[in-house]
């Protein structure tokens, strides 16, 4: 047995294969545990009796910083066990030599988004869950705030990854953000013979049937009859005359799926009234 174990191949012995092998398979047993315990208590501390205690991106965010670390800390303790890298490893495992490392290998836009992403979870501008609009190009629910990046899922289920440091420097229109009643702006056309008074009148009737549609006056407004559903003339187009209401859901998403019906049963409803709608039409005269 000793015999074998003292055999070399390519210069190595068969034993400091094997303590090599052991070495490494503790190293790796580690730290596959230790992490996950780590997701274990960070799971746990979010949670306590059916009830969320601790803000989940917060949380998340933290986790991978952890998850990070340990991953390097076990990179270093493997890099110990080959001849020739002991220095790298120790400089990996001191605390000065790990962000030396981070600063060294990650590029500087990957650095950046790194201390973007901080900003985004102790600034606030967003929480994971909460519907915003990036730049008026991106507009989703986000999903996760990674260490390089954020992700946001779209209307039509497609998974969009921004920088980190990109969206700091962006206008983000967050419609989760304090109160989230939006205002939806329902506008049609009717032409110049058409009685106002009649259209205004039969378009609020049909935005006030929407179950959707929520009283957002103030205390004052009511006690000077404002109405609920406000509707104006807005332009004076070439060919139709623009009436707009100023309908409120409880939330984005209900206020566009609101707007949407009320374009559709607005319209049934005009057709019904004879309340023209007037579009554009070429009439051609042959010489």
Same mark, same amino acid.
């Given at each position: 047995?000793?015999?074998?174990?003292?055999?070399?191949?390519?210069?190595?012995?068969?034993?400091?294969?094997?303590?090599?092998?052991? +070495?490494? /398979?503790?190293?790796?047993?580690?730290?596959?545990?230790?992490?996950?315990?780590?997701?274990?208590?960070?799971?746990?501390?979010?949670?306590?009796?059916?009830?969320?205690?601790?803000?989940?991106? &917060?949380?998340?965010?933290?986790?991978?910083?952890?998850?990070?670390?340990?991953?390097?800390?076990?990179? /270093?303790?493997?890099?110990?066990?080959?001849?020739?890298?002991?220095?790298?490893?120790?400089?990996?495992?001191?605390? @000065?030599?790990?962000?030396?490392?981070?600063?060294?290998?990650?590029?500087?836009? @990957?650095?950046?988004?790194?201390?973007?992403?901080?900003?985004?979870?102790?600034?606030?501008?967003?929480?994971?869950?909460?519907?915003?609009?990036?730049?008026?190009?991106? &507009?989703?629910?986000?999903?996760?705030?990674?260490?390089?990046?954020?992700?946001?899922?779209? /209307?039509?289920?497609?998974?969009?990854?921004?920088?980190?440091? &990109?969206?700091?420097?962006? $206008?983000?229109?967050?419609?989760?953000?304090?109160?989230?009643?939006?205002?939806?702006?329902?506008?049609?056309?009717?032409?110049?013979?058409?009685?106002?008074?009649?259209?205004?009148?039969?378009?609020?009737?049909?935005?006030?049937?929407?179950?959707?549609?929520?009283?957002?006056?103030?205390?004052?407004?009511?006690?000077?009859?404002?109405?609920?559903?406000?509707?104006?003339? $807005?332009?004076?187009?070439?060919?139709?005359?623009?009436?707009?209401?100023? /309908?409120?859901?409880?939330?984005?998403?209900?206020?566009?799926?609101?707007?949407?019906?009320?374009?559709?049963?607005? +319209?049934?409803?005009?057709?019904?009234?004879?309340?023209?709608?007037?579009?554009?039409?070429?009439?051609?005269?042959?010489?």
């Amino acid at each position: 047995m000793e015999e074998i174990l003292n055999m070399h191949f390519f210069g190595v012995s068969v034993r400091w294969l094997i303590v090599f092998a052991v +070495k490494g /398979a503790i190293i790796y047993l580690f730290v596959r545990i230790l992490t996950g315990v780590t997701k274990y208590l960070f799971k746990r501390s979010m949670r306590k009796q059916g009830k969320i205690v601790l803000d989940e991106t &917060k949380v998340s965010f933290m986790r991978r910083i952890i998850v990070t670390t340990i991953y390097i800390i076990g990179i /270093a303790a493997f890099l110990s066990l080959i001849p020739g890298m002991e220095k790298v490893s120790n400089s990996i495992l001191a605390s @000065a030599g790990i962000m030396a490392a981070a600063v060294g290998l990650a590029s500087q836009d @990957a650095l950046s988004n790194v201390i973007g992403g901080m900003f985004i979870i102790f600034s606030q501008p967003f929480k994971l869950g909460d519907f915003v609009e990036i730049d008026s190009t991106v &507009k989703g629910t986000v999903t996760e705030i990674t260490l390089r990046h954020t992700v946001i899922r779209d /209307a039509e289920n497609r998974m969009i990854l921004i920088p980190n440091n &990109k969206i700091n420097s962006s $206008t983000i229109i967050n419609s989760s953000y304090g109160d989230t009643a939006t205002c939806a702006f329902v506008e049609v056309g009717v032409s110049y013979t058409a009685d106002l008074n009649h259209a205004i009148s039969t378009m609020r009737d049909e935005v006030m049937k929407h179950p959707l549609l929520i009283d957002h006056r103030s205390e004052d407004d009511k006690k000077n009859d404002v109405p609920q559903v406000v509707i104006r003339v $807005t332009n004076l187009g070439d060919s139709a005359i623009t009436l707009r209401a100023w /309908a409120w859901a409880a939330s984005a998403g209900n206020a566009f799926t609101m707007k949407c019906d009320l374009l559709k049963a607005v +319209k049934e409803r005009f057709d019904t009234e004879n309340i023209e709608i007037p579009y554009p039409y070429v009439n051609v005269v042959k010489a």
